[in-house]
Structure formats: C-alpha cells, structure tokens
C-alpha cells in the first residue's frame, strides 16, 4: 500500500482565522471536520482572514498533531500552487 494512499482526506469548514503570536506567515485556524480542531496554515502572504472564513477546505486528518512555533496544529490544510499563486483547495458544494 502507498504512503499516499494513507492520508484520510475531509471537507472542513472553517471557522475562525487568527494571527500565528509568533510567526509571520502563519495562521491557527480553528475548523470543523468530523470533530473541531486547530490547524497551523502558512497562507498569511495570500489569504486575508475573511477570505478563508466559511471556506469548506481539504484538510488531512489523520497527521500526528505537530508543535509549530508553539502552537498545536491537528491536521494540514491542502493548498495548490502555481507559479506564484497559492490556492486552498475547496469543495464549496461538499458538507463536512
């Protein structure tokens, strides 16, 4: 079995959007899977707070929960980029 294969993939919405209070570039979100969980996401430089919220984003679920800059982060907010450009990826019309 692939290591890709593993990854358990969900719809999140999410819910809140707050200042990383010891980094830069990062965001703690707080969203809404299959239970609610906090998530560490680098995409300040991209995404202002609003425009994530109420977003339903691909999170991955089933990551060991990691310490990042002192902050718990429980999952990985999937993004795409091209070129420049750094998208979240969505699913606007799925439920959680």
Do not use: C, W
């Not at 707050?18 to 430089?45: E, S, T």
């Amino acid at each position: 079995m692939s290591s890709f294969s593993k990854l358990n993939l969900k719809v999140a919405i999410i819910e809140d959007v707050q200042l990383h209070p010891n980094a830069d570039k990062l965001y703690v979100l707080k969203i809404v899977a299959d239970k609610p969980r906090q998530l560490v996401a680098g995409i300040k430089q991209f995404y202002s707070p609003d425009q994530l919220k109420g977003k339903h984003a691909i999170i991955v679920s089933n990551l060991k929960p990691a310490i990042i800059r002192g902050i718990e982060s429980q999952g990985m907010l999937l993004t795409a980029q091209i070129e420049t450009v750094v998208k979240a990826l969505e699913a606007p019309n799925s439920a959680v």
